[in-house]
């Protein structure tokens, strides 16, 4: 799993600049991907727009932009313009009869991966992709196998780590991300602007 997403790392580069992949799963079925957006708006519906070529324009927008995947009982939100990380008390409320799991990057580093459940964040590890630099939060044997994944690669490959992410997230849930879905134009993209409001 972790080689489809070096492919996909390959395929597109700008994914390495900044990102931010949230995977929820929700535990109640009434919960819909209206409530979890309205959730990740920090309490207010945020705005849909259209976006004729959204890896260009996303980068306009001083918020964040939001692809939304569907996948098998889980709902995938991928921000792809600067790696904004969803904020902690934004992720408290996503879990909240849900489980979430994020990972984020931004062009100054941030290399975190979190899991979060029953409205608390119950890991998080900092600096992942620095062996000798990273931090880790919460359970750890939450995150065991990811660790154990980052420990059977070359400490210099930043891409396989950056790979291990995802391949850990898709793993734990059942969703991931295909190369296809993100070359699209004329693509429905969710706009948050309510982050700072807590």
């Known amino acids: ?86 904020p902690d008390h934004i992720l408290t409320e996503l879990s909240k009869e849900s489980r979430v799991w994020m990972t984020t990057w931004h062009f100054n580093g941030g290399y975190t991966i979190l899991y979060a459940a029953d409205g608390k964040i119950r890991a998080r590890m900092r600096n992942f992709i620095f062996a000798e630099h990273t931090i880790q939060e919460g359970d750890p044997s939450i995150l065991a196998e990811f660790r154990a994944m980052l420990d059977r690669l070359d400490p210099e490959d930043y891409r396989g780590k950056r790979s291990a992410a995802f391949a850990f997230i898709e793993a734990s849930t059942g969703m991931g991300i295909e190369a296809e879905w993100l070359d699209i134009e004329e693509a429905s993209v969710i706009i948050l602007d309510n982050w700072n409001e807590a």
């Open 1 to 86: 799993m972790i080689d489809h997403y070096r492919n996909l790392f390959n395929q597109q580069q700008w994914f390495e600049d900044g990102l931010c992949w949230t995977v929820v799963q929700p535990l109640n079925e009434e919960i819909t991907v209206g409530d979890l957006l309205w959730r990740l708006n920090g309490g207010r519906d945020p705005e849909e727009r259209i976006m004729e070529y959204p890896r260009e324009e996303a980068g306009e927008e001083l918020m964040p932009v939001l692809f939304v995947y569907e996948g098998e009982g889980a709902w995938g939100f991928l921000e792809f313009a600067y790696g904004f990380a969803t």
